[in-house]
């Protein structure tokens, strides 16, 4: 594999089983293999369709026989920032397999994100990384993001999420 040769693309319908298959490789090397439950079908509904909940970026690497490979991924959405009064783009997952890593395909995925966050005229571009992820961490510093301490995260999920939706309807 040559370094620079990749593109970024959009994703369109025909990349869900692939965007799938990215989505199961991230939670595998993260340790959280064991928590995904989406489906093809569920990416086709909530990526694909108007509205879509996210958005996909897709890039592929050229093999040195010049076939165009999937590299890697990013899935973004939109957020809000009330202090900026603009929306911003949360960066849900960024993804490059083992084998493509070094090649700035990264940093491709990320500069396009970049790209069409200005386009947008949003305020900011954040993401959670995991805290033992080093190498995320220190490619994350090297292209001048910061930690942002003064913030943790929270999730409301599962049967807490479906306890606290139904509570108070009784009365």
Known sequence: MSAGRFRVRAAERKDASLILAFIRELADYE???D??????????????????????LIAEAVADNGAMEAAGFALYFHNYSTFLG??????????????????GIGVGLLRELAKKT????????????????????DFYHSIGARRVDEFMPYRLSGDALQR????????
Do not use: Y
Request: glycine residues 8%; charged residues 25%; negative net charge.
């Open 31 to 33: 340790k959280l293999g």
């Open 35 to 56: 928590q995904v439950s989406a489906t093809e079908e569920k990416l086709l509904a909530s990526l694909f369709t108007e509205p879509a909940f996210a958005e996909v």
């Open 86 to 103: 603009q929306p911003g783009i949360f960066l849900e997952d960024l993804f490059v397999r083992p084998a493509f890593r070094g090649l």
């Open 118 to 137: 200005v386009e947008r005229n949003c305020g900011r571009l954040d993401w959670m990384v995991l805290d033992w992820n080093e190498p995320a961490i």
């Open 164 to 171: 606290l939706a139904k509570s108070g309807q009784d009365g």
